[in-house]
């Protein structure tokens, strides 16, 4: 029997989102997320919630659905059957005001391809979460990946101790030499019947996505409060810089969307709303800063 999870998996995110939004919302005295429904000419469409307050200098949580003829880009990686594609993902990041509230990142997605007939010819689920700290904290570190790795757990030995490195590796800005930050998981091309049924592959992809608000939160709870100099503002503005770099030469969602005439404003929503690069600045020795470049260097076990 084929397997169609699209219609739950859409229906699934779509209330994630809400459940997102309201998490993010409760820190905020006087600011909510304000929802753009957009569409796409050659099929589908989505949903950007953008939030701008105190406590998240910017947070986007988007929900998209997009279907139509596959385009040239992905011609070549999928059967020579296949005519039409459907996608459907949530995409977030959270960029706090306070410096010692990290940055975080998560998407999780399906993906189909059909033949003339309408058969799928090929299926896959990917996704994944990672933070993306300014000034280090072990112990929030090791509470993000071990609530990740529990997810992995309940459903294959092996997902954590792979998707925990391929995450390390994805997230590296090569031309700087050092990850964007201290990881999570990261999967793509996870198909039905390969190592778990259809079913259980969707069960992994709700509980690892759920898991985010339990992942995220508690940290933003402990470090929200905390106070921060103009200095360390700035560091968190040329840390920015960083992740800028990666979302627009190595990350391959964005590469995609603009390839694939995706919405401009949804694909950027990612980005930081202030930055800075400084010319050749290195942190002093000794330093927190410096503490987390050196850690950005070697990947760790944080769970």
Aim: proline share 6%.
């Amino acid at each position: 029997m084929e397997f169609t999870p699209k219609k739950r998996f859409f229906t699934f995110i779509r209330d994630l989102q809400n459940e997102i939004c309201q998490a993010l919302e409760a820190f905020e005295p006087m600011d909510i997320f304000i929802e753009d429904r957009w569409e796409r000419e050659a099929g589908g469409g989505g949903w950007s919630r953008v939030l701008t307050g105190q406590t998240f200098e910017k947070a986007g949580v988007n929900v998209s659905e997009v279907h139509g003829p596959v385009p040239e880009v992905l011609k070549g990686t999928i059967p020579e059957s296949a005519k039409d594609f459907y996608a459907t993902g949530i995409s977030l990041v959270i960029h706090p005001r306070n410096p010692m509230v990290p940055t975080t990142h998560a998407n999780f997605r399906y993906f189909e391809v059909t033949d003339e007939e309408g058969k799928i010819v090929d299926q896959w689920f990917g996704g994944g979460a990672d933070l993306t700290p300014y000034y280090l904290v072990e112990e929030d570190a090791e509470h993000f990946h071990s609530v990740l790795k529990k997810a992995c757990d309940h459903h294959h030995e092996d997902f954590y101790s792979e998707f925990k490195p391929w995450c390390d590796r994805y997230f590296f800005n090569s031309h700087r030499g050092e990850h964007r930050g201290i990881g999570g998981v990261f999967y793509d091309h996870q198909r039905p019947n390969e190592r778990l049924s259809g079913g259980a592959l969707e069960a992994f992809q709700r509980e690892i996505a759920s898991s985010f608000i339990e992942a995220y939160i508690p940290i933003v709870k402990k470090r929200l409060e905390q106070n921060y100099t103009p200095k360390q503002k700035e560091w968190q503005e040329i840390r920015r810089g960083r992740y800028v770099e990666f979302n627009l030469i190595h990350d391959r969602g964005t590469l995609f969307g603009l390839k694939t005439g995706g919405r401009i404003e949804s694909i950027f929503m990612s980005l930081p709303p202030t930055v800075r690069w400084e010319y050749n600045h290195h942190p002093e020795e000794g330093t927190p800063e410096a503490a987390l470049v050196a850690a950005l260097t070697t990947p760790k076990n944080w769970a």
